[in-house]
């Protein structure tokens, strides 16, 4: 589609409820208002009812209110609820029934006020609506309507007794009323709670409606009837399509969001979805005329958690920008008012100047973005979320967002909390640092970070007050020598590990400054006392190491931009001084300094070579310079801008040279004149970046008026520069401050002050993708050759990688060196290093090809979750089975994909043979496959046929003659290999079975289900063994312990469970991750576990202590942790994630130690102790 502005009138709601004045746009309930409406005519009192999210308030503002009103002449009352809070300052005896002085606060609105309601029954309030006390001619009769109903049950448990007296006197109402009309909602979940109260209602409740969600004819009826009303039809066929996608029932891929090849269609259709994809699609549609919506536009936006994410996050950054509330405190209040502990929606009362703690200025900003919604009742207003459906979407950001921010501070102070391990706390110089960082940015201290520095001063004051003790008393001087050389020795011990857990956390801190100081630090905490805490510091400290080499620009402290050579061979930087240095890019020497000269001159902004790399361009608050780098200094002056040069971007061609400036123009220069031919004035704001194509076809431009800009550029046959718009780019929320196109020109990349990168198609113009992490203004971007990564630079002074290829929304790497804002960066023309341009005088250049081994590698391939993953028994090759339907096995000592399996399906689990000869693996299709790896095939050895439902894991048994696989069938099927025939089908789980293990002796199954239980079979006669209770959610992986003693349990309950096969009984839990376990794995001697979990970290837990602790925590992954596996000879473990890609890591400490000094350079080696001085850091001493 083309055109350049957004659809305008949009017709869907989005996630707010239908309100009376969107009546014209609300389709899809005829049948149901008619029904309800017949209902509430013949009976006085109804309890209408329906899932959370159907649709209720919907349907009752829309349709049933103003039916009720406009064409019944019933007298509506303002909508209340039962479950408000007491207003501050009312004392809660004087209210003698809580649920209705709430519904009371709600009718009275303005009128009277808290106080003035506590002497009213529901009768008398309600009394002045009896047809005596009104006008014949015009009474109308009235309706009271109690909306969320539900809270009659849910709160104020404190009042337990007012619950049957509400019921009571709204008997009361109705019998002394006849006319009174009464309808109450709630959520069909709750409506069992009423039974014992509905005797005390006139007819028992007997009048009740259960609304369902839409089903699939009133689905399309509220998609194309709003669009089509607005001026805009679906294309044949789009809008069916959409509908069975919103209706689908996806499988439990952990999270959701993930469309799943092969789940079936169920009938209903949530509404707040539908609305939200709805609004969403419509808010990014290009303004089009006579032009149909295709699929192609309907898919990019069918994802509702991310509509609701986008939603929610476009709003806080709105809120932001209007009334500068940090975004901290808004995810505070939305995470802590908005939403109640039990993840339900909160009600919040407004104040004088802040409701729940948040100015009121912001407050109304939501309110007006429909994030949030306002009540009136009893002259108080109260807040509360537009829908619940928004709770889940608002928590994962939340988190998300967290994650990002982790600090070694907060995850110190974290640990400190949870465990009350007061080794932990900060001593000496690392708790004076952080201090010092805490005073200076009280808003972003957490109270909980607060309470860890208290409690480290005060241990602080505590040693020195025991230091200064007097031992008194000489005739117990003996006894006395004796304890103080007793505690002396406790002390050094203590002090030892104290001293530890300070370097190691030193090693953190520097982690996010300098990565090679941060792993020597490390190094020295284990050289010195190898303590846990030293070794998870230094396996955290390599992890996704990037060597950089910096220099510093001569003669100022401030880089500004940064430019590769075309050919790879050098790179030039720019200053604030008015000069341009280059450097050979392998040995680093500097070759030239470029000094435009002049008193005005300062700030070199624009930076750009030649294709051919003969010259370079140069431009800031001066003319426009080319300057030739072989013959003549200086080729041309290009004079024509009025205010400063942002930007400069030679054609691919070389001919043309276009800039873009702060005075609202970009120009295109013909550098065989020295004139510009073309200048650009739709921008209404500074013109901050600019970028050819690859192929020369389209200019970009972005622009501090929040816009990007796609121009088609053509010649004439006479050879005269043709330049019209093609796209605007519209979705940031701030200026654009830099564009990049990547290799192919299929993607414009744009980033923005708003701290987000978006990734637009440049054919349709459609956001690909939105990249959120930085923390600050974004200030470059730059493709890498293959435009499989694309780098970002920020103020925050970090510079971010970006999986584009797999469509990651998180960066695959934080680099982290610079000091300051991070202004330029530039991937060298073949793609392996990166240089990048700070504010604190320095250029670095950056590997991005770190030293990993083939033994430390992340191996891509797979472009959804890797799912399940198993190491051959000869430790050659690893598989992977992932949701893109294809299982794969690589070479572990190469990392290269040696085969693929496609069967079109999710591929739940695999498993190879323990003569390493097969590979099973398990679909969603539900069948088992058996591949002959001996002899490579894309046709299976073997399907195995029996299973009724997705077919999730299997495992072999020692002898490899039997198999055993799980599925959502409920059941679990041993099958004999040797005629591919079932012997035993194990029935007994009441939901779907993810997981499986056989017992290394032979004699045991274990199964693990979404019932919460695991069960344990004897394996040759299928009799029931025990039923393993404890977990509280699903169970996703098992796995037995070499000697069969025992088996561990991995639950979404974020557990992991340790059961004595002896006496099946727990023997520990293990607790520490911060989200859903999902996948275990033993070390093939027993001693260790390896167990990877939604946190996106894999734990390895040594289980020789009693109770099992952690001893390293893996990290790198950008998404959830789905599979584990340890490799036969126990030194590697190997995780798949739903960021898909697969990692591996050592797993003996040994390793890590020996790979560590791979990673610090001879430089870097011979500066210890200067580094060390530095830091004033003493590693032996107090």
């Not at 070389?654 to 873009?660: D, F, K, P, V």
């Not at 440049?762 to 890498?784: E, K, N």
Request: charged share 25%; with cysteine.
């Amino acid at each position: 589609m083309g055109g350049d502005e957004p659809m305008k009138n949009n017709p869907y709601v989005g996630p707010r409820p239908f309100e009376r004045q969107d009546r014209s746009y609300f389709y899809g309930r005829n049948r149901e208002a008619r029904d309800l409406l017949s209902l509430i005519m013949a009976e006085r009192l109804v309890l209408f009812y329906a899932p959370s999210g159907a649709g209720k308030s919907s349907l009752l503002n829309a349709q049933i209110i103003p039916d009720l009103e406009e064409k019944e002449g019933f007298h509506v009352l303002p909508v209340t609820r039962v479950g408000s809070d007491l207003p501050p300052g009312l004392d809660p005896q004087a209210v003698e029934n809580a649920f209705v002085f709430s519904v009371l606060m709600g009718l009275a609105g303005d009128d009277l006020s808290p106080p003035e309601l506590t002497g009213h029954t529901l009768l008398s309030f309600l009394g002045r609506h009896r047809p005596e006390e009104a006008d014949a001619l015009e009474y109308r009769p009235p309706i009271l309507v109690i909306d969320q109903f539900e809270e009659i049950l849910t709160r104020h448990r404190d009042r337990i007794s007012d619950v049957a007296d509400f019921f009571r006197q709204l008997a009361e109402a109705l019998n002394d009323i006849p006319s009174l009309g009464v309808v109450l909602t709630m959520s069909d979940e709750y409506v069992a709670g009423l039974d014992p109260y509905a005797p005390l209602l006139p007819k028992r409740l007997r009048g009740r409606y259960r609304m369902e969600r839409l089903d699939r004819e009133a689905a399309l009826e509220a998609i194309k009837k709003p669009a089509l009303q607005a001026g805009c039809s679906f294309d044949e066929g789009v809008a069916e399509r959409l509908v069975d996608d919103l209706r689908r029932i996806k499988a439990h891929l952990p999270g959701g969001g993930e469309t799943v090849d092969g789940s079936v269609l169920g009938p209903y259709v949530e509404p707040v979805q539908l609305q939200v994809v709805c609004s969403r699609l419509w808010d990014n549609l290009p303004e089009q005329e006579d032009q149909a919506i295709q699929w192609e536009e309907v898919e990019e936006f069918g994802d509702v958690d991310q509509a609701l994410t986008d939603f929610y996050e476009s709003g806080l950054a709105r809120c932001i920008r209007e009334t500068g509330v940090s975004e901290r405190d808004l995810r505070r209040w939305f995470g802590g008012q908005m939403i109640t502990p039990m993840q339900t929606r909160g009600l919040v009362l407004r104040g004088e100047h802040e409701t729940g703690g948040l100015p009121n200025p912001a407050v109304d900003v939501l309110n007006a973005q429909h994030l949030i919604r306002a009540d009136a009742r009893a002259g108080a207003r109260w807040y509360e979320l537009a829908h619940d459906r928004l709770v889940n979407p608002i928590l994962q950001s939340n988190l998300a967002w967290e994650l990002a921010r982790q600090t070694p501070l907060r995850l110190a102070a974290r640990s400190w909390k949870e465990s009350g391990d007061v080794g932990i706390l900060y001593r000496g110089q690392t708790l004076d640092d952080a201090l010092t960082w805490a005073e200076g940015h009280p808003d972003e201290v957490e109270p909980y970070e607060l309470e860890f520095l208290q409690a480290g001063q005060q241990a602080e004051r505590d040693r020195i007050r025991k230091r200064n003790l007097q031992i008194l008393g000489s005739a117990t001087a003996i006894v006395v020598i004796v304890v103080v050389s007793t505690l002396a020795m406790l002390a050094y011990r203590a002090s030892q590990i104290a001293r530890a857990r300070e370097w190691a956390s030193n090693s953190m801190r520097y982690r996010l400054v300098d990565q090679e100081q941060s792993i020597i630090m490390a190094q020295i905490a284990v050289s010195e006392f190898n303590t846990t805490e030293a070794q998870i510091a230094l396996r955290q400290a390599i992890i996704d190491y990037f060597p950089s080499e910096s220099f510093r620009v001569p003669d100022t402290d401030y880089a500004v931009s940064v430019a590769y050579s075309p050919d790879g061979e050098y790179v030039a930087a720019s200053g604030s001084n008015g000069r341009v240095n280059i450097w050979n890019a392998r040995t680093r020497a500097h070759v030239r300094t470029m000094d435009l000269g002049g008193d005005a001159v300062h700030w070199i902004w624009g930076l750009a070579y030649a294709p051919d790399g003969r010259s370079l361009a140069i431009g800031g608050n001066t003319p426009i310079r080319v300057w030739s780098l072989a013959g003549e200094p200086r080729i041309a002056t290009l004079a024509g801008h009025t205010g400063l040069v942002y930007s400069l971007a030679y054609s691919p061609d070389g001919r043309y040279l276009a800039s873009g400036s702060h005075d609202k123009t970009a120009r295109i220069w013909d550098l065989t004149t020295g004139t510009a031919v073309v200048t650009l004035t739709a921008h209404t704001g500074a013109v901050r970046s600019l970028a050819y194509s690859p192929d020369g076809r389209y200019l970009a431009t972005g622009s501090w008026d929040g816009k990007a800009r796609l121009w088609s550029i053509s010649t004439t046959p006479t050879g005269t520069l043709i330049v019209s718009p093609k796209l605007t780019l519209i979705g940031h929320s701030a200026p654009v401050d830099s564009v990049a196109f990547s290799p192919d020109g299929a993607l414009l990349a744009s980033a923005s002050e708003d701290k987000t990168i978006r990734l637009w198609d440049v054919s349709t113009g459609r956001v690909v993708l939105t990249l959120v992490g930085h923390t600050d203004i974004i200030m470059s971007l730059s493709f890498s050759a293959d435009g499989r990564l694309l780098a970002s630079s920020s103020r925050d002074a970090t510079v971010r990688l970006w999986n584009v290829d797999l469509r990651q929304s998180e960066a695959v790497a934080i680099l982290t060196g610079h000091t300051s804002i991070v202004n330029g960066v530039a991937f060298s023309p073949a793609g392996r290093f990166l240089a990048s341009s700070s504010a604190d005088g320095t250029v670095r250049i950056w590997d991005s090809e770190p030293p990993q081994s083939a033994k430390f590698s992340t191996l891509t391939g797979h472009n959804r979750t890797v799912v399940s993953l198993d190491y051959s028994p000869d430790g050659r090759y690893l598989a992977s089975g992932s949701a893109d339907g294809t299982a794969r096995i690589w070479a572990v000592d190469t990392g290269e994909e040696v085969a693929a399996f496609r069967v079109g399906s999710i591929i739940w689990g695999l498993a190879y043979s323990p003569d390493g000869r097969y590979l099973v693996t398990c679909s969603a299709d539900t069948l088992v496959r058996v591949w002959d790896l001996s002899r490579p095939s894309d046709r299976p050895l073997m399907t195995l046929v029996g299973h009724t439902n997705e077919a999730e894991a299997a495992a072999f048994s020692p002898d490899g003659r039997y198999l055993v696989t799980v599925s959502d069938d409920r059941t679990a099927r041993l099958w004999d290999l040797s005629t591919g025939m079932t012997v035993l089908t194990l029935t007994g789980h009441t939901g779907a079975v993810y997981a499986v293990a056989f017992s290394p002796d032979g004699e045991m199954i274990a199964t693990g289900s979404v019932d919460d239980d695991v069960r344990v079979w004897d394996a040759e006669t299928g009799d029931l063994l025990a039923v393993l209770s404890g977990h509280i959610h699903d169970i996703f992986g098992l796995a037995f312990s070499p000697d069969s003693d025992y088996l561990v349990s991995a639950s979404w309950d974020q557990t992991t469970r340790l059961w004595n096969m002896g006496t099946f009984t727990v023997e520990a839990v293990l607790e520490g991750h911060n989200g859903y376990v999902y996948s275990v794995a033993f070390s093939p001697d027993g001693n260790y576990l390896a167990t990877g979990s939604w946190d996106r970290t894999t734990r390895i837990w040594d289980m020789t202590q009693s109770p099992p602790k952690t001893i390293a925590i893996l990290i790198g992954h950008t998404d959830l942790v789905r599979s584990v596996a340890y490799s036969p000879d126990g030194r590697y473990i190997a995780t798949g994630s739903r960021d898909a890609t697969i990692r591996r890591y050592p797993a003996r400490f040994e390793d890590v130690e020996a790979l560590s000094w791979e990673y610090v350079s001879r430089e870097t080696m011979e500066r210890e102790d200067e580094i060390l001085d530095r830091l004033e850091i003493d590693p032996f001493g107090d």
